[in-house]
């Protein structure tokens, strides 16, 4: 499995970008997929998920209401609309897969999907 994330660029304040993660193989839909994003100094956490088996969707507190995860299966794609951006959003945004499903509780475990992307740089400037 190979995934290669794109959409990352400098943007200003209360601007928005969209990412996107093509996800390689004929099996997209059997995936979990989820975004992280480390910052500059920090370690990688949770953005948001989108669960395979019922389609559900969860969020950080952080970017709840301004992010919204979703997925093409016809595309083998997977997306993550970033409005409203902050200063503090500026990292590297990296997509993640897990075959199967997983429980709500599992989702934001990084240790949980063992595909991952090679990221995209978001930079927003105030």
């Known amino acids: 499995v190979q995934l290669q994330a794109s959409g990352g660029g400098l943007v200003e304040a209360g601007g928005s970008l969209r990412l996107s993660c093509t996800v390689s193989g004929r099996t997209f839909g059997a995936y979990t997929m989820a975004w992280f994003r480390q910052a500059p100094g920090k370690e990688r956490v949770f953005v948001a998920a989108t669960r395979r088996s019922d389609g559900r969707t969860t969020y950080s507190d952080s970017v709840k209401g301004r992010f919204t995860i979703s997925r093409d299966n016809a595309e083998t794609a997977v997306y993550l609309q970033m409005n409203n951006l902050k200063p503090e959003d500026t990292a590297v945004y990296y997509c993640?897969?897990?075959?199967?499903?997983?429980?709500?509780?599992?989702?934001?475990?990084?240790?949980?999907?063992?595909?991952w992307g090679q990221g995209t740089l978001v930079t927003v400037s105030s």
């Open positions: 993640a897969a897990h075959m199967g499903t997983l429980i709500i509780s599992a989702l934001a475990g990084d240790r949980h999907y063992p595909y």
